[in-house]
């Protein structure tokens, strides 16, 4: 161990005095995501070519690993030796200063590359940086300008979540996002593979689920609705979906650890499990609504043998240590209903439902435990009393952005709604596939600091993570499409100490990024140079004469689209292209209030505007009365509007208003809504 570090030294020392004689350039270090910690650049170059001969002294199995992931490569490295001075690179496993498995430290000069790690990640890494610093000319050659590096990442965590449920990704796609993952030193694939869209993986105990309940009758999940959710068998006209046999899983989690990357199954349970029921109806719970239902019936000791089953078939697929078991989104109340799962409660003396789905939740973290895994859940996990061991994913800002967790002690992996949703838009929706209401575009995800303030241990933040649900993702391209460069952005924050960070540095890098992926990986990322950014009115304060004034509500707001409650539709902004955040305002019910003015004012206009999103649920009031009193009592109508909404647009933001010369006190704007689900959402009230 000394002598290694002494060597370290030595290394160093050279290192230094070589970047003394060599001037330094910034430029060839651009392409670099995520960024180095540490990287200085000299001058002249290493030219990669087919005599290169590469030299490693990893053993067993990380040599195997290596090989691997070498023949993946398009150069052709003839065998070297330790001795070798020339026209070489050496892959060498030597203890660090850092204890970090995944740090490494590359150093390339006219003669060599080294690439020193304390482990085969760290190799692998130094790998994926000397790649990206390179520039080839044919595919088979490269030349690597000089620089040193000494690099380590920020979190033990850096991932990406794909939904292949709401829409199936083949193998081909998988392999192809881990290869292009793995370059920007992601290490953890979360592979959600099984929902409400259908079931994904070969089970061989409980045949039924890739039988029944792989396919479905319409690819678009609005159509499919509209058929009643009901699955199919393959041959069936029609049929959309697919599943993965053993055999592909095996192939895949090989490839992803050649290139350093756990895949952490997820099997979402209890709730989100339709195709589970369609396929064993007698999971449900025993109650005529169930039959509809999401949720696995928690009294029913068969829905305990069922999961237990179908998790060891997963850990003899999956080496992960982190088994996911979802746990998002239950529907509790269908538990209150049925009679075995009263029984249940009565038995365990459990009197809410929220404790029935953690007792559900502790007996599946016991069981992996049992088997020596860890269970991850989504932070609905927490809603009851479950072991410090369950590491918990956040993606609730609205709960406390992990804080709870963090509290009670528990491993947290980050990856809020707010930033690290990938289905979100990116862009303007007038020009964008369909996404998710909300607005996340590269700026706002590269901006996130996952790290928690308060007073807890930071260990505890595990990193960060990028999820991609499908129900808007219906192709391969529109999956790459919504993942990068946003995905960048992540690795970097993943990766990167926060002190190095800075957009304007990364969208340039990104830039070259997105031209590399799509020149040599055949990828179709977002177009991030014809960017349109946010909505311009949302840019400055709309000065208006309702600004500041007091709003009654005579009909109350959602609070789950509370916006900046009492404040959000006389604060003086315009919302942005999101649904979601401060500016827009939802309503369940009618939107119904009064503004005001405190005093007699003379008015010329009044006038809102809402935001149309009906596959986000998201609707357009279907008749408006705009009216003015001056007690508060009487109102005399100014205008009413009747509206029609036309369900084939995606996204719109219309505006409403009245124009006129009146003077008034008090202005009411009713809104009445149209369908019974989803909201209004108004950003403003504006009077001139
Ligand atoms: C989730 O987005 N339902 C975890
Ligand atoms: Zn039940």
Redesign the pocket.
């Known amino acids: 161990m000394e002598k290694h570090i002494i060597s370290n030294n030595i290394f160093r020392a050279i290192c230094q005095i070589l970047i003394l004689f060599c001037p330094m350039s910034e430029l060839q270090a651009q392409n670099i995501i995520p960024k180095p910690n540490n990287i200085v650049m000299g001058s002249g170059q290493f030219e990669l070519n087919s005599q290169t001969k590469l030299y490693t002294n990893l053993k067993g199995q990380e040599k195997l690993l290596m090989d691997k992931y070498l023949q993946t490569l398009p150069f052709h490295f003839t065998t070297g030796k330790a001795k070798d001075k020339a026209n070489v690179i050496k892959l060498l496993i030597e203890p660090l200063q850092t204890q970090n498995q995944e740090a490494y430290q590359l150093s390339v000069t006219p003669e060599e590359v080294i690439i020193k790690g304390n482990a085969g990640a760290g190799l692998f890494y130094g790998l994926q940086t000397m790649t990206q610093l390179g520039v080839s000319h044919t595919p088979s050659t490269m030349n690597i300008p000089c620089a040193i590096v000494n690099d380590e990442p920020r979190f033990v965590h850096r991932g990406y979540m794909l939904d292949v449920s709401r829409h199936f990704f083949d193998k081909n796609f998988i392999i192809k996002m881990l290869d292009i993952l793995s370059f920007y030193k992601i290490n953890t694939f979360h592979w959600h593979l099984v929902d409400t869209g259908g079931w994904r993986i070969q089970i061989d105990k409980y045949p039924k689920l890739t039988e029944l309940a792989a396919y479905r009758s319409f690819s678009d999940l609005n159509d499919w609705w509209t058929d009643h959710n009901r699955f199919c068998k393959k041959d069936s006209i029609g049929a959309y979906g697919g599943f993965y046999t053993k055999q592909d899983i095996k192939e895949i989690v090989a490839y992803a650890t050649a290139h350093h990357i756990n895949i952490i199954p997820e099997i979402d349970m209890p709730g989100h499990s339709r195709d589970v029921l369609w396929a064993y109806p007698e999971l449900a719970c025993q109650d005529k609504n169930a039959n509809n239902s999401n949720e696995l019936c928690i009294g029913n000791e068969k829905t305990f043998r069922f999961c237990e089953d179908v998790l060891i078939e997963i850990m003899e697929l999956f080496p992960s240590k982190y088994i996911h078991i979802g746990g ?2 239950a529907n509790r109340n269908i538990w209150k209903d049925c009679s075995l799962c009263k029984k249940r409660m009565e038995e365990e003396h459990i009197t809410k439902v929220a404790d029935l789905q953690s007792y559900f939740t502790n007996r599946m973290e016991k069981f992996l435990a049992k088997h020596g895994r860890t269970m991850i859940g ?1 932070d609905e996990i927490l809603d009851g009393d479950i072991s410090q061991n369950a590491v918990v994913m956040s ?1 609730r800002e609205e709960v406390d952005g992990g804080g709870e967790a963090l509290r009670k002690g528990h491993r947290v992996i980050m990856s809020p ?1 707010s930033h690290c949703y990938l289905d979100y838009y990116q862009d303007c929706p007038y020009f964008e596939p369909q996404g998710l209401l909300g607005y996340i575009p590269l700026k706002k995800v590269y901006n996130f600091e996952p790290m928690p303030t308060g007073n807890f241990d930071q260990s505890l933040v595990l990193g960060i993570q990028g ?1 991609l ?1 499908t129900e808007h993702v219906p192709t391969i391209n529109n999956a790459e499409y919504k993942t990068f460069p946003r995905m960048q952005a992540i690795a970097e924050i993943g990766w990167t100490q926060p002190e190095l960070k800075d957009y304007d540095n990364f969208r340039t890098r990104a830039l070259s990024a997105m031209d590399y992926l799509k020149e040599k990986k055949n990828l179709h990322p977002f177009n991030l140079r014809t960017e349109i950014g946010p909505r311009m009115e949302s840019l400055q304060p709309c000065t208006n004469l309702a600004k500041g004034k007091k709003v009654n509500y005579l009909a109350p707001y959602d609070p789950s689209f509370a916006g900046s409650k009492e404040a959000t539709l006389t604060d003086g902004w315009l919302g942005d292209w999101n649904g979601n955040g401060d500016r827009w305002q939802g309503f369940v019910g009618n939107m119904d209030v009064v503004i005001d003015m405190e005093t007699p004012t003379e008015i010329q206009a009044i006038g809102s505007s809402f935001l149309f999103v009906p596959t986000g649920g998201q609707y357009l009031p279907d008749s408006i009365e705009i009216s003015i009193s001056n007690d508060g009592k009487t109102y005399k109508t100014l205008k009413k509007i009747s509206v029609t909404s036309d369900y084939s647009i995606l996204f719109h933001i219309y505006t409403f208003a009245w124009a006129g010369q009146e003077k008034a006190r008090y202005i009411r704007y009713h809104a009445t809504k149209p369908i019974t689900w989803g909201d209004i959402l108004c950003d403003e009230i504006i009077i001139k």
């Open positions: 998002d989104e989504w993606w709604t999820n649900w």
